[in-house]
């Protein structure tokens, strides 16, 4: 059902836990399924320095918050603004259609965490 890549990213996630004093602080839940992701993270020389994950829910919405912390770390805000949901999908190997929602759940927690950057000096 999954591919070994979003197995990968469950069983042996990265950049799991919360920043330490973060420049973002993010929270959101998808109340359909109750799947919830937090980002936090740090801007360091204009570059988002260190970002971490914590997910409650299911495998995909995991996996998808490993991935897209792998995908935006050392961006600037900017650049990661430019990810797109397709690219965060390939970087999982894909995601069956009835767990299509943790892939929008990633994007959307990321979208929130650059505004939270932006407003930043």
Avoid: W
Avoid at 8 to 15: K, S
Avoid at 71 to 77: G, N
Avoid at 104 to 112: G, P, T
């Amino acid at each position: 059902m999954y591919s070994p890549r979003v197995l990968d990213h469950f069983e042996h996630p990265r950049n799991a836990g919360a920043v330490a004093a973060p420049d973002a602080s993010v929270r959101l839940e998808n109340p359909a399924c109750g799947d919830v992701l937090e980002l936090t993270a740090k801007l360091e020389g204009g570059r988002i320095a260190e970002i971490r994950f914590r997910a409650k829910g299911c495998v995909a919405a995991m996996a998808c918050g490993s991935a897209l912390t792998e995908l935006v770390r050392d961006k600037t805000p900017a650049e990661a603004a430019n990810l797109r949901r397709e690219e965060l999908l390939a970087a999982v190997g894909g995601l069956p259609q009835a767990s299509s929602h943790a892939g929008h759940l990633a994007m959307d927690a990321l979208a929130a965490a650059l505004q939270q950057l932006a407003a930043k000096p």
